[in-house]
């Protein structure tokens, strides 16, 4: 296959990967609306979904790294930063698509790093709401009547 065909692929590969992180990017925004612990199962349903899409990603993350690899040895090159100088166009078409990557993979962090500290602030006081349950549990027993003992033995000791 030619040089120019490889990054054609590349370039295919990669616009595939950046529609792919804004859907995980858009999934992480969905998620935001469904962390009250009520909605459990709805934001599972999101997290497998986004996972997913995580997994696709890998796929042609790896796809891309054997392309990048057989361009190379192609070319005879050591380096993919050389490819400047050699491929131009599609090679700044590459760069600018992962520039791409790398601004939707900080929203989606930053994104996720919020839904992460609410889920948290959510779990704390279900937590704390359980330890008051547990803490009034055993002060109503104490008020209850405690029950008449089933069977047993009397010893008269008075003989």
């Not at 889920?119 to 349950?133: A, F, V, W």
């Amino acid at each position: 296959m030619s040089v120019n065909k490889l990054l054609d692929r590349i370039v295919e590969l990669a616009a595939r990967k950046k529609q792919l992180m804004e859907e995980v990017r858009l999934l992480s925004c969905s998620q935001s609306g469904l962390l009250a612990p009520e909605k459990v199962d709805e934001h599972l349903r999101l997290i497998q979904t986004k996972q997913g899409y995580i997994d696709r990603i890998n796929r042609i993350n790896d796809e891309m790294l054997l392309l990048k690899e057989e361009i190379l040895s192609i070319a005879g090159l050591s380096s993919w930063a050389e490819g400047e100088k050699v491929f131009g166009e599609k090679w700044e078409a590459i760069e600018e698509l992962q520039r791409g990557f790398i601004l939707v993979l900080q929203e989606t962090r930053n994104m996720d790093e919020q839904n992460r500290r609410i889920i948290s602030r959510e779990y704390q006081k279900l937590r704390g709401n359980i330890e008051s349950l547990r803490a009034k549990r055993g002060s109503v027993q104490a008020y209850r009547r405690t029950a008449v003992q089933s069977g047993g033995y009397f010893v008269d000791k008075k003989k």
